[in-house]
């Protein structure tokens, strides 16, 4: 990656896939998104700029990442019923070329896991009752009990 690319990238290996994520200009409402996918094993990759997120407000790249590895999910789930039911139409078929949808596939628990994994919850504020006495809310604290 050029150190003097002013867009900020995130990546995260998931079994033998590295997904990619960074921010482009906003769609209306929505935040968009590009990325790639690269397979170690095979060498391929693809990029694309189709990642639309968020509503009004632009969200943080790891949840641009879940997005993502949960539309990969879906194509490797639609590659599995293709491979188990021959000849039936699947339902996201198309979403990525055939060779990321193998991939996806072979590497379904490990895009499960990142698809399904919460963002990290941030640090709770104090509580009331622990603030020291100098903070500005102290004076207007009353005992109750």
């Given amino acids: 990656m050029n150190t003097k690319d ?3 990238r995130t990546s995260r290996q998931t079994g033998t896939l590295t997904l990619t994520v960074w921010p482009e200009s ?5 935040q968009r998104y590009g990325y790639r996918v690269e397979d170690a ?3 391929q990759s693809l990029e694309g700029r189709d990642l639309f997120t968020g509503a009004d407000a632009p969200v943080a790249p790891e949840r641009a990442l879940r997005d993502l590895a949960g539309y990969l999910a879906a194509a490797g789930d639609s590659r599995q019923y293709a491979i188990d ?3 039936h139409s699947v339902e996201h078929a198309g979403l990525f070329p055939e060779w990321a949808d193998e991939a996806a596939r072979q590497n379904a628990d490990e895009l499960a896991l990142l698809s399904e994994t919460p963002p990290p919850r941030p640090e ?11 903070s500005s809310d102290a004076r207007s604290r009353r005992r109750s009990l």
């Fill in 26 to 30: 906003p769609v209306g409402e929505h």
């Fill in 124 to 134: 709770p504020d104090p509580s009331w009752f622990d603030r020291p006495t100098t």
């Fill in 85 to 87: 039911h021959p000849g």
């Fill in 6 to 8: 002013p867009t900020p």
């Fill in 41 to 43: 094993e095979t060498g």
